[in-house]
């Protein structure tokens, strides 16, 4: 029978170790099978197993059905003309947005036992003869296989499709060569497992797991005799299979995801009889041959690294964000400022209701441009200002259509025909182009900046530059730990450093200092004073800045009397007992004094309790654990209104950023604390139980990145689209006081904002779809600018063209911000749901629609999306989804907060982090190591791995590791010497080894927008939990399935939606 995409062969035709005379009988054993690169020969895969899935149908005689090979010839193209889908297969889907049913609930009560083998998608009314049921039900062969197939695979594969590759044929037999499968033998028992159970026992049946909630209640991981796809009945093991493990790492996790019937969680779920062990028992599952993430990024690393990507062609997909690219801007916004889901939207909003695919933008305005790229040119039009479409407002771009000679022109977003004004004529040439076309960058170049007009600025006069305000909370914790002196001598040098105009001297940016506990100490820091002056405000109820002149200030001009002050807050507070704060009054104070001083800005508060002192915005415990788990759930993650959503306006409307620092011991209802940061384009960091020895490093190494990153100021958005469809919806650090405009009090380097696009029309297929964003800011000189960013996408009625230009970067921080947006309005399993159900529905229409016919038993997933499944249950596993009562609310709440600002490089790194094992580096190399796939599997005790999401980064360390590396990294003679309590960094020594980890280190920090902590770990010890957390191809240690589970889980709900 014809196949597309990837063919998996039977992953337990040979075998188990130490049964012999087997070993020569299936030929030598062939080449490691790896994915092929988008577009390369489809390599073969072994099929994970499953017994949550349905069998294809059998002929009523019980045998196998009848030959299909050829039915569709062998010149299917994967994507090309329609292909009919089989006759059964109407999808049931649900309005988008509408709680699907519930697709797990369906699974909660396993079958009674004698039904357990019967197969479930039957036409028959009889089960087949038990001799039957081990033979191949999708072989192409009109009698049963030969006695020695009887074990091959009862669904050939889990099929995943690549574009534009040839169909493969089903082999024949178990020594077609055209099957490049890996055979592998048992591998040894996981690390951290207890020993292996006596060959008795039997694993749980994936057909009956206990299903409290989606994926959080997942059952362990599925038995060898569990097939993706085909038999819907189970074998128990063989001697050397791996039953169920309890505890942390192996089996069913206890707790609340355990509600729900237990049926078939334990090796009683199912009955096996002496019948089904006809044949050599069967082996376990290779995890290569399911799609890896790290060789997804190794092929387009491949493929497309070192090399310029040129933005002239419409609705191309760029390189993945992990790919190094140079940008050539021709014509469309550089994917670093703009990525989108798809770059081929569906022409109708139909089409788009059907593939459930999101159709958004994740634009990054500020995004760092590398130095061999050129920054964006400023273009100047004088009084006269930017060129603007009278209709609907649309800057002058390279998609606007000059007609009549060049007098006039037609605009692309609405339109509309607009005069050409006199100082801005020009000829056209032969092409209808106009001659000064490569002159002016809004003419030939996707991104570029306008000098804005007075009539931009507020109150038409221009702006001020912006201040800083530093606000340390000078309460006991504070002191005593020894922060508030590391922050003042930090101050000293840093304050040197405040971002600049290019090409200017020195910051145009002021900077005021206030201190506080209960009470407010303003301070005055003129360059006149021979020393600093304090001013208290003991009246919090009622906020005022008690100065005017003196309070903001420029460093250089007054660095004497503020270096003076920064050493003397230590002292002055040495003795201080007060342990109670104040927070709201801390922002309407840095409010108020930009306020006054007619100017946008930034605080920078340093803070370290729950606001519980009299006054306005105290904070009371409202960390209820017994909500986790509940339909009231969400209430932990809401914030309290009243004080802080008032705040949150008079910032905005004054351009004032709240970044937070705080540094709490215990719950701080994160929630609340955090709204206003997150809704004014700033930033939440939080050291939890701070110590300056450990964290001291880590948090310095933030304030710096944090006060030097490049900055907008005062920013206000407005997406603009073309006819037939608009921005809908926006998810990031801003505030929306209309449907439209997006504010931000301050949009820096690491700030995206998600944008979504819903259809009122039908597009064309010939003019795309235009996308321009403008942005009005004001910069740290001072100088009000206009920022616009262009991007023409593809419009297609052909569902395939969207899948093919898929990106599941941009798709996974779309869902990830979706989510924890609508966790704060719907249960979490509501949420969970709706994000399992979606994914379902996406991979059933482009079954249905744009693969090659194939058997019901195969999952079959686009090229550009064949990882979705890992990132989506990576995303279903983070701690703001999962309902655990072990975890802190306040790291859930910060967890989602900090995403919600997120691009895309930080959510793919965080989804999927990196593990590059260190042991067997190339010291004379330059590069960072190639990651291995982020997976308990690939540790091994002889390693040593390095880990990093962009958040953490951990040193594991085997426990058989040798002692050379020991050595050389650490300068102890082995594991055992090496106290890893505390240690947060590594020695610099002289040699090859210690030189390589510090530059991967090096290199790796400074891709990312926070400084990662470093903790070191040593295999069993206690920190290792954490850093299991991380491998998110492993069931989650808080509840969540693993990968493999997840991809049968997902495979169910399509097969669900076709039938």
């Known amino acids: 029978m014809s196949q597309q995409g990837y063919v998996a062969t039977p992953p337990y035709s040979q075998a188990q170790a130490g049964m012999g005379g087997y070993s020569t009988g299936f030929g030598n054993p062939p080449p490691q099978s790896h994915y ?63 709680a699907p049913h519930n697709v797990y609930h369906s699974m909660a009560q396993g079958p009674p036992p004698n039904q357990q083998l019967t197969n479930q998608m039957s036409a028959m009314t009889h089960a087949p003869p038990p001799t039957q049921q081990m033979t191949n039900q999708m072989s192409s062969m009109a009698q049963g296989p030969p006695p020695t197939q009887q074990m091959t695979n009862q669904m050939s594969a889990m099929n995943i499709a690549g574009y534009g590759q040839r169909p493969m044929h089903v082999p024949q037999s178990p020594s077609s060569s055209a099957a490049p499968l890996q055979f592998q033998t048992s591998p040894p028992p996981a690390m951290g497992h207890p020993p292996l159970s006596p060959p008795g026992q039997q694993q749980a049946a994936m057909g009956s797991p206990p299903m409290g909630s989606p994926p959080m209640g997942m059952a362990g991981p599925p038995g060898p005799g569990v097939s993706l796809g085909g038999g819907g009945h189970q074998q128990p093991l063989g001697p050397q299979s791996y039953p169920q493990q309890p505890g942390p790492y192996g089996g069913q996790m206890a707790g609340p995801q355990m509600a729900g019937p237990q049926t078939g969680a334990f090796p009683a779920g199912f009955h096996g009889g002496p019948s089904q062990m006809a044949g050599p028992p069967q082996k376990k599952l290779d995890p290569d041959s399911i799609p890896s993430t790290t060789q997804v990024i190794q092929d387009d690393q491949a493929k497309r690294g070192g090399q310029v990507y040129a933005t002239n062609i419409r609705g191309q997909v760029p390189p993945l964000v992990t790919t190094n690219f140079t940008v050539q801007d021709q014509g469309n916004a550089s994917p670093r400022f703009m990525r989108c889901t798809t770059y081929s939207l569906p022409c109708t909003a139909d089409l788009a209701k059907q593939c459930k695919v999101p159709l958004a933008a994740i634009i990054k305005p500020f995004a760092t441009v590398p130095k061999n790229e050129t920054p964006l040119y400023v273009v100047n039009h004088g009084e006269a200002g930017p060129i603007r479409c009278n209709r609907c407002k649309a800057y002058m771009c390279p998609y606007m259509q000059f007609i009549d000679g060049g007098r006039r022109y037609q605009c692309a977003f609405c339109s509309c025909v607009n005069e050409v004004p006199v100082q801005y004529f020009q000829h056209l040439d032969h092409m209808g182009r106009r001659m000064d076309l490569y002159e002016r960058p809004e003419l030939s170049l996707g991104s570029y900046e306008f000098i804005a007009t007075m009539d931009y600025c507020k109150n038409n006069k221009p702006p001020n530059p912006p201040a800083y305000i530093f606000m340390i909370d000078v309460s006991y914790t504070n002191i005593k730990s020894g922060l508030v002196k590391l922050i003042c001598q930090e101050l000293k040098t840093l304050l040197d450093r405040l971002p600049k105009e290019d090409g ?156 937070l620092f705080i540094f709490p011991n215990q719950y701080v209802d994160m929630a609340t604390m955090g709204d206003v940061p997150t809704h004014t384009g700033g930033s939440v960091y939080k050291y939890s139980n701070f110590q300056v020895e450990v964290d001291g490093q880590h948090f310095l190494s933030d304030l710096k990145r944090d006060v030097e990153k490049s900055i907008g100021f005062d920013a206000i958005m407005r997406v603009r689209t073309g006819t037939g469809f608009r921005a809908t919806d926006f998810f990031g650090a801003l505030y929306m006081n209309n449907t439209t405009d997006v504010e931000m009090a301050a949009v820096d380097c690491d700030k995206a904002v998600t944008v979504e696009f819903k259809h009122d029309d039908t597009l064309s297929e010939e003019s795309g779809a235009v996308i321009q964003c403008a942005l009005l800011y004001t910069t740290v000189g001072g100088q009000r600018r206009l920022r616009i960013h262009n991007l023409n996408l593809n419009c297609s009625s052909q569902l395939s063209e969207l899948y093919k230009s898929c990106e599941t970067d941009a798709l996974i921080n779309f869902f990830a911000k979706s989510a924890y947006r609508a966790m704060l309005n719907q249960p979490l399993k509501t949420v969970r749901e709706i994000l399992v159900n ?13 693969a090659s016919p194939s058997a019901a038993s195969q999952l079959i997933l686009p090229d550009a999306m064949k990882v979705f499944p890992v990132y989506m249950n990576s995303l279903l596993k983070t701690p703001s989804l999962v309902s655990s009562t072990e975890l802190p609310t306040d790291d859930r709440a910060f967890h989602s907060l900090m995403v919600m600002g997120m691009g895309v490089e930080e959510t793919q790194i965080l989804l999927y982090p990196r593990l590059i094992p260190l042991h067997n580096m190339d010291v004379s190399s330059e590069s960072v190591p190639e990651a291995v796939r982020c997976s308990e599997e690939r540790l091994s005790e002889t390693g040593a791995f390095l880990l990093e999401n962009g958040l953490y980064m951990f040193l594991w360390l085997g426990q058989a590791c040798p002692l050379d590396l020991i050595q050389n ?64 191809e492993d069931k989650g240690l808080h509840g969540g399935a693993s990968y493999m589970d997840f991809l049968c889980y997902v495979h169910r709900e399509v097969r669900q939606l076709l039938t």
């Open 838 to 850: 979606q994914t379902g529905h996406m991979l059933a229409c482009y079954r249905k629609n744009c």
């Open 36 to 98: 092929g690169a988008y577009g390369s020969q489809p390599q073969a895969y072994s099929a994970p197993p499953t017994g949550v899935l349905k069998q294809p149908p059998s002929s009523p005689s019980g045998m196998p059905p009848p030959p299909a090979s050829n039915h569709y010839g062998a010149s299917i193209q994967q994507n090309g003309s329609f292909s009919p889908p089989p006759a059964a297969s109407a999808p049931s889907m649900s309005p988008y947005g509408q």
């Open 504 to 659: 200017a001297d020195s910051s145009a940016i002021k900077v005021g200092f206030v201190t506080y506990n209960k009470i407010l100490h303003f301070y005055n820091v003129k360059s006149a004073l021979a020393q600093p002056q304090m001013m208290v405000v003991s009246d919090v109820a009622e906020m005022f800045v008690p100065l005017l002149d003196g309070f903001l200030v420029n460093f250089q001009e007054s660095r004497a009397v503020i270096n003076n002050l920064l050493d003397q807050i230590p002292d002055m507070f040495a003795d201080t007992s007060e342990s109670e704060t104040v927070f709201a009054p801390v922002i309407q104070a840095g409010v108020d004094a930009l306020k006054a001083a007619e100017c946008s800005g930034k605080l920078f508060i340093f803070h370290s309790s729950m606001p519980t002192a009299e006054a306005p915005g105290k904070l009371k415990n409202r960390d209820d654990r017994k909500l986790v788990g509940t339909e009231k759930e969400k209430i932990l993650f809401q914030p309290q209104r009243g004080v802080y959503e008032q705040l949150t306006k008079d910032c905005v409307a004054q351009g004032c950023c709240v970044d």
């Open 969 to 1032: 990294l650490f300068n102890v003679p082995s594991l055992a010497h090496l106290n890893t309590e505390g240690q947060t960094s590594l020695p610099v020594l002289d040699n090859p080894h210690s030189r390589k980890l510090h530059s991967i280190i090096s290199i790796i920090s400074q891709q990312r927008a926070k400084s990662m902590k470093l903790l070191i770990v040593k295999q069993k010890d206690r920190g290792e939990m954490l850093f299991r957390q991380h491998l998110v």
